[in-house]
């Protein structure tokens, strides 16, 4: 219901409730020899004691409005990311593997192709901005990012590159209650796997005034094989829906 997933509606609603109990008050007063427990049928009497009434009434519902206002303006947000490789589904990156035959560590490679580039949104799904957002994305059992456009470089590793990268908006960028921003895009292109089975995108999303969100996205490698039968399934699944 909207009156509870925004704050909005439910001062319209008191308030509006309010006025109405009021004005009940006051006609039943005038109109309906309401005599509101005084035990007296002096009219002016009564009349003033409904218009006290009617006044604390209004004073009570503006504090409550001026809270239930503080809390619009001062609600969390709900972050969350899509990052979403051509073809495979979002947040759940799968690539097929390629061996470099002069590179003695064995190490298999991400292919570099359309797959290997991602587009990254940031969402909220509250009704409250996100001010200064900011994520970081660090490569666990991978290695050999290159670097990334809009991104800064926050961990390197000698023998294997970069490991963590990070997006910060700044302190005068907000994401808009119900809303979404597109963030730099991410280029996958020969990262190598440097554990089987164990490899995985580590999100950890931040903002002004909430607690850091973290999410871990498994990635698979595949070999060719693999990888093909992987794509015709996932086709099946997009043909279905």
């Not at 949104?121 to 957002?133: D, G, M, R, W």
């Amino acid at each position: 219901m909207k009156l509870l997933r925004d704050p909005r509606y439910l001062i319209v609603a008191v308030t509006l409730a309010a006025i109405a109990a009021g004005a009940v008050l006051v006609l039943g007063v005038v109109f309906g020899g309401w005599t509101l427990g005084l035990g007296t049928h002096d009219q002016v009497a009564l009349v003033s004691t409904a218009l006290v009434i009617y006044t604390c009434l209004l004073t009570a519902v503006a504090a409550i409005v001026a809270l239930l206002a503080y809390l619009a303006a001062t609600g969390r947000p709900d972050l969350d990311i899509a990052i979403t490789f051509n073809f495979s589904f979002p947040n759940e990156p799968v690539f097929v593997a390629q061996r470099d035959e002069d590179d003695i560590s064995g190490w298999r490679t991400i292919k570099g192709f359309k797959q290997s580039l991602a587009t990254v949104t940031l969402k909220n799904a509250s009704p409250y901005a996100a001010k200064n957002p900011g994520v970081r994305i660090e490569l666990e059992g991978l290695g050999g990012l290159s670097e990334q456009q809009g991104w800064e470089t926050v961990t390197f590793v000698t023998s294997v590159g970069i490991t963590a990268i990070q997006w910060d908006g700044g302190t005068d960028s907000i994401i808009h209650g119900r809303w979404s921003r597109a963030l730099p895009s991410l280029d996958l292109t020969d990262i190598k796997e440097l554990v089987r089975d164990g490899t995985a995108l580590v999100v950890t999303i931040v903002a002004d005034g909430v607690a850091p969100v973290g999410r871990r996205f498994p990635v698979r490698i595949l070999d060719r094989d693999e990888y093909d039968a992987y794509t015709e399934q996932r086709a099946q699944q997009l043909a279905e829906a």
